[in-house]
């Protein structure tokens, strides 16, 4: 897919990720394309799902979620039926904003959020370590925040 992507839609796609709210008109112009054509590339690269969707990047500390935590997660048991059955859990948890499988010591690491040490422990103690076949949970705290975004490098 990437190939296909000339110049003119690497632009488009840098400035919807920097600003979604941004219109058609108004991203035709910063690209210097009239804006039929401008829309009609913006809706080509929804349909090949280039662009999955458009979101509301909230801030977490204003929301009061101000602890972020990255869990490894080892697994006793490792069968399809287990690894369905956890992927499940955690989609259901909304503590939990990424969830990667890995490779090497650990089976998954996850992003969680909470107000604080209190409610991280809530969450670790009710809900994952209460998932079957979780043998281990190893807890790293972000002290700070020293980037965060969602632009992926269109370069």
């Known amino acids: 897919m990437q190939e296909k992507l000339n110049p003119l839609d690497r632009k488009i796609l840098r400035l919807l990720q920097h600003n979604a709210d941004l219109s058609a008109a108004e991203i035709a112009e910063k690209v210097e394309l009239s804006q039929s054509p401008c829309w009609r590339r913006i809706h080509r690269m929804q349909e090949e799902g280039l662009i999955e969707r458009k979101v509301a990047l909230l801030n977490p500390k204003l929301l009061g979620l101000s602890m972020t935590v990255f869990v490894d997660i080892k697994l006793s048991a490792h069968g399809r039926k287990n690894l369905e059955e956890f992927e499940q859990a955690v989609v259901g948890y909304p503590e939990v904003l990424e969830c990667y499988t890995m490779a090497g ?11 604080d040490i209190a409610g991280y422990e809530r969450f670790l103690r ?20 020293v980037k965060r975004t969602t632009e992926l490098p269109l370069d």
């Open 105 to 115: 010591g650990s089976d998954y690491l996850l992003k969680v959020v909470a107000k």
């Open 126 to 145: 009710d809900h994952l370590l209460q998932r079957p076949h979780v043998q281990e949970a190893h807890s790293n705290i972000a002290m700070s925040e």
